[in-house]
């Protein structure tokens, strides 16, 4: 592409995010407008009896706020093949699945050009705060998961998939700021071995040319950098000798490869000596020297990540660039080199129609009045409600975001969190937010020992009475000739993180003494990545993997009850006055 054509398409980028949220909401009632006219025949919405209207005021009067349970038996139908108008005047092309939870989402083909549309910003936006990002590659780890049909016949998969493989990804016209290390070949493979493999390889073979290293969210680059950990010899074998691992036996990823890889044994010597030692601090900035950031979303339940790729990017920026989900996007982060507690998210309100569900500080519903997305005010908190082109109307993504300010008209926030509780043993409620803060406090007492939490979950036992809070740890010793933290150090990390929970359950530890002594599991290295591995194997999108911060069922509890090496409890009973 011709170099003035670039700066053009970016002006133009730029420029249609100006005009797209000067008037945000004259935007927003013409999106629902649309969304209405288009879906007015649907079986879905003449259960409302909207009579034609368009309008907000009617929209909002007759058509409830609903969960994805709410909606669970018509997406079963869809999916059990029934081709009647259901949610959408449009054909249902595919349903993106939500990964963890297993929701399957329809979704049509237009919505595609739409998401698109946001994705085709981010380039734009990065190359005004950090410059030359065409004079090289993206190591950008991307995984897709082989089709699945619904019963019916529809093709089920995680969004991400879906767009690594449509025409628009594979066969856009070359832009020099999107160029990626890794062949397509490696992309569409459905075998994550031999994906990552070749992925890792071809970065490895590049080093000299990555300007930016990412993928989706921050434990899929854990994950590689962890694969590069385990696998470096022989990835290095391949690059000493030219010859590829024979384990890579895709017929497509053997040929391409063929081509990108001849013997060098200098870069061989160079890649061992970097991942043989002891010290992996900064690996990343040694291996890919050029790197100029770090493409990763750490906000939400990623944000327990940021030390590790602290640790291993030398204080790189970690970019979180966009906020979108399998149900609608939503829009891009405009001031991408931020501090990741910094991060705001600017919904574009062509996207969908957004609604905001009002909370009070600890997340009740102070009003079932929604508010529309150019009327939020700043420093509030809302719950994301979306009624989108594919036909969901009111839905509760389940999203918890606090507004930080407004670009133009358009809001943006900054996201809390997930809704959802994830351990209750009484009458007290502990958050993915809670947990984390606890395990925040908790890390402080590691620092002495220079480990780190690398990753966590939890489950409240409930076998034994009083019930009490069980947190599964893996951690990182960053100088293994150090001591690891002594039992005692951990018991008292078991103590902080009582400390640390909210008000609710210290007035149930110490006076109704209703939950037991808090306990934490010291897993193997390795453990989490197994659990992701058993994710995967059950039909989790390994780009859109998270982990799961409270687990219940038996056979992940056995899986992480076979990897203790330590149990710790509290010592004492956390401070707490009535
Ligand atoms: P999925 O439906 O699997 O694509 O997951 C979508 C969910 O991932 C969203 O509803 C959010 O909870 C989370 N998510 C997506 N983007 C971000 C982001 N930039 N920051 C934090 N969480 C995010």
Known sequence: MAFHSVREKHAKALQFIEEVTRDADSVQQKVLAEILTQNAETEYLKRFQLDGATDRDTFKCKVPVVTYEDLRSDIQRIANGDRSPIFSSRPISDSGTSAGEKKLMPTIHEETDRRNLLRSLVMPLMNQYVPD???????????????????????????????????????????????????????????????????????????????????????????????????????????????????????????????????????????TQQCSGQNSE?????????????????????????????????????????????????????????????????????????????????????????????????????????????????????????????????????????????????????????LQKAIENASIILKEFNASVVDYTSFADVSSLPGHYVIYWELLVKEPSNRRPTSEALNRCCLAMEESLNVMYRQARVADKSIGALEIRVVKNGTFEELMDYAISRGASISQYKVSRCVSSAPILKLLDSKVVSVHFSPARPHWTA
């Open 133 to 271: 990002l065409d004079k090289g590659k993206a190591l950008y780890f991307l995984f897709i998961r082989a089709d699945t049909k619904t019963p019916g016949g529809l093709v089920a998969r995680p969004e991400s998939t879906s767009y690594y493989t449509s025409d628009q990804f594979l066969n856009k016209p070359f832009d020099p700021y999107s160029v990626y290390t890794s062949p397509k070949q490696a992309l569409l493979c459905t075998d994550s071995f031999q994906s990552m493999y070749s992925q890792m390889l071809c970065g490895l073979i590049m080093r000299q040319q990555v300007l930016r290293v990412g993928a989706i969210f921050a434990s899929g680059l854990l994950r590689a950098i962890r694969f590069l950990q385990h696998n470096y010899q022989q990835l290095a074998h391949d690059i000493s000798t030219g010859t590829l691992n024979p384990k890579i036996t895709d017929p497509s990823i053997k040929q391409c490869m063929a081509e990108i890889l001849k013997p060098d044994p200098e870069l061989a010597d160079f890649i």
């Open 282 to 434: 900064r690996l990343i900035t040694r291996i890919w020297p050029n790197t100029k950031y770090i493409d990763v979303i750490v906000t939400g339940s990623m944000a327990q990540y940021i030390p590790t790729l602290h640790y291993y990017s030398g204080g790189l920026p970690l970019v979180c660039i966009m906020y979108a989900s399998s149900e609608c996007f939503f829009g891009p982060n405009l001031k991408p080199i931020c501090s990741p507690s910094d991060v705001s998210y600017t919904i574009l309100p062509n996207m969908g129609y957004f609604e905001f569900l009002p909370l009070d500080d600890v997340d009740n519903t102070v009003s079932t009045d929604l508010v529309d997305l150019a009327h939020v005010e700043v420093g509030k908190c809302y719950e994301l409600v979306v009624t989108t082109y594919a036909g969901l109307c009111r839905y509760r993504v389940g999203d918890i975001l606090r507004v930080t300010g407004f670009h133009n008209s358009a809001p943006q926030f900054g996201f809390v969190k997930r809704k959802n509780v994830v351990l209750s043993i009484d009458m007290e409620k502990t958050d993915e937010e809670d």
